[in-house]
């Protein structure tokens, strides 16, 4: 995880830079910092603590200079500490990097360099970087090539950019299974990990294949293979609906997304139906269909696999990313894999999708963000246009991948336009639950604010949504909770239901009510707290969140929305941070 970010140019490096690793905080925030070069000095000022606290602690603002970069950081080697943080140094002092990555080989590179006399001053990976990147100026190299040849050492994963006094108008930036993209605006040169960072000032990017190295300078731009020839490349426009990134009115991005979810369901059957059902029918073929993904992502495709056995008749599993290396004896070129992933850098994801072509298999990938990894990796894309996600708890992705399994599964059946006309009305159906629920909500957030566990369950198709609805309440609030089916219950989880723990119990008025309301009984007669998801009243709820009555197969899709909120406010009341939840980062890109 991490985020990085270089610019030279005309204007103030630092304040640049500052306002990037702002944008670029979703990717990690236990540290921050910054290297400026200026009349023939390095200044690095870094810090562990959030963007904002370190900007302040360390007055970076008043760093001067018009080549600087800077790294945002979510700890993999080595504890959050100041000497941890990016950027990290050679010994002489004389050069910087910040890295996105894991360099697995890092051990015995560090070993090897201790003997050769380098001194390390922390304990993470990245800094045999800087290390490598010494002994290669020291032997004559130009920084790039030093940047080529660093590379080539390096096992694992990276994304890394280089200022040095030696060559003090450039920046050197180089990647492997990272993200690294650059920004053109007049004579002003950006490198991030995401465009976002830079997006305030330019649409104007150009990518980097893995292995590929840049070198900026005020108004150049040079790109170099894996062996040092150049490369040309053309600039392309970067879609800014996608670079958004203002909170708007809201207090957090998450109440913003979760806020704006009629607005992108509405949005959402703008999709190509001949993609859909060209993809509809190679699913439908395949001799077997596996879906990948973790976390919320992959309990949106445990929706999914519901969607395609009711409506396509169409079996398949899901197999969470982090583990699907362990199924690979059994994926071949009959199987379509279905990748989701928000991010679409997600480790785990990345690597299982390597895997299935590997054997042949082909891969359709269902992914937020343009231009990542994995849209690369895929046969087929499916985009969820649904704008850029900032909070790190997901839901407005969510809920677009919802919208994408119930088109994809009424493809399968000739079906797309009224799949698509339904989704647009539920936009409707989005709001008017979020309205209805919203002074319920914050109140029901002061009754669970002091527990210490909690129970979601419902059966069904709404199984996934209790699983993701316990998810968004940990993630974000710490309270420990559960998601289970049901009829599960009984079987153990059961036994801890105490006089006042909090069940809430999703049952839409379909088939699962009658049964999922006995289950909630079940806990009641424990003493247990019930709140009920539903668009039927029962006597059996101490507290009612009440959705409209939908259709069966879409009630998925106004049941998460107010679970979603609810999380919100308990994370409040709890004086969590909503936005930046502890120990997690929006892209996991780490195994
Ligand atoms: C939870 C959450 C995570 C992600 C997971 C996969 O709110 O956001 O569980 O869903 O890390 O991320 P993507 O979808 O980017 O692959």
Redesign the pocket.
């Known amino acids: 995880m991490c985020g990085i970010i270089g610019y030279c140019g005309q204007k103030a490096a630092v304040p640049v830079v500052l306002e990037a690793l702002k944008c670029l905080e979703y990717r990690g925030y236990d540290s921050a910092g910054v290297a400026s070069l200026c009349d023939g000095q390095l200044l690095i000022r870094k810090d562990a603590g959030k963007v904002e606290e370190v900007i302040q602690k360390h007055k970076l603002a008043d760093l001067p200079g018009h080549v600087a970069i800077g790294h945002t950081r979510w700890a993999t080697h080595g504890g959050v500490t100041q000497f941890n943080a990016h950027p990290h140094a050679d010994c002489s002092g004389r050069l910087a990097v910040v890295h996105n990555g894991i360099i697995e080989n890092s051990q015995e590179l560090r070993q090897e360099l201790t003997r050769r006399g380098h001194r390390f001053a922390s304990e993470t990976d990245t800094e045999v970087i800087p290390h490598l990147l010494e002994d290669e100026l020291k032997n004559g190299h130009s920084l790039e090539q030093a940047a080529l040849n660093t590379a080539a050492k390096l096992e694992g994963s990276y994304a890394f950019v280089v200022v040095s006094l030696d060559d003090p108008g450039k920046i050197i930036g180089t990647r492997r299974g990272n993200p690294l993209i650059v920004g053109l605006n007049g004579r002003d040169r950006y490198v991030s990990s995401d465009a976002l960072a830079f997006s305030q000032y330019t649409n104007e990017v150009m990518g980097l294949e893995d292995n590929e190295v840049v070198v900026l300078t005020e108004g150049g731009a040079e790109f170099l293979d894996a062996q040092g020839n150049k490369l040309v490349k053309q600039a392309r426009k970067l879609d800014q609906s996608w670079a958004e990134s203002d909170k708007g009115a809201y207090q957090h991005f998450m109440l913003k997304e979760i806020m704006e979810q009629a607005q992108v369901l509405g949005r959402i059957a703008n999709q190509d139906k001949q993609q859909f059902t060209e993809i509809a029918l190679d699913i439908l073929r395949a001799r077997q269909v596996i879906i990948t ?5 992959r309990y949106a495709a445990l929706v999914g696999r519901y969607l395609f056995s009711r409506v396509g008749k169409k079996f398949c599993d899901v197999v969470m990313a982090s583990e699907f290396g362990y199924f690979a004896d059994s994926v071949d070129k009959n199987t379509v894999v279905i990748a ?7 480790a785990d ?1 990345v690597e299982g999708v390597k895997a299935a072509r590997a054997v042949g298999a082909q891969v359709i990938s269902i992914v937020n963000r343009p231009n990542s990894i994995l849209t690369d990796l895929s046969h087929q894309v499916i985009y969820l246009n649904c704008g850029s996600e900032i909070a ?3 839901t407005k ?1 969510f809920l677009s991948q919802l919208a994408i399994f119930y088109l994809l599964s009424f493809a399968m059946v000739n079906s797309f336009d009224q799949a698509a006309a339904r989704l647009a009305e539920l936009s409707g159906e989005v709001s008017k639950t979020l309205d209805w629920n919203k002074s319920e909500l914050i109140k029901l957030s002061e009754k669970l604010k002091d527990k210490n566990d909690a129970y979601y369950i419902a059966r069904g198709i709404n199984f996934a949504i209790a699983s993701e609805a316990a ?2 309440l940990k ?1 974000i609030s710490y309270v420990h909770a559960e998601g289970m089916p049901a009829g599960e219950l009984k079987h153990g989880t059961l036994a801890l239901i105490e006089p006042g723990t909090p069940v809430v119990v999703i049952c839409p008025d379909d088939y699962t009510f009658a049964e999922t309301l006995s289950n909630a009984i079940e806990t009641k007669s424990r003493g247990a707290y019930i709140i009920g998801v539903s668009d039927r009243e029962s006597e059996v709820y101490d507290s009612w969140i009440k959705i409209p009555k939908v259709d069966e197969l879409l009630y998925p899709m106004v049941a998460v929305v107010p679970l979603q909120l609810l999380a919100y406010y308990v994370a409040i009341n709890r004086g969590c941070d909503p936005d930046r939840p502890r120990n997690l980062a ?3 890109t780490v195994k």
């Open positions: 993904a973790c976390g919320t992502s989701v992933s928000q991010s679409g850098e997600t994801v790190v708890a997901a992705s998810l968004k993630e929006k892209s996991v």
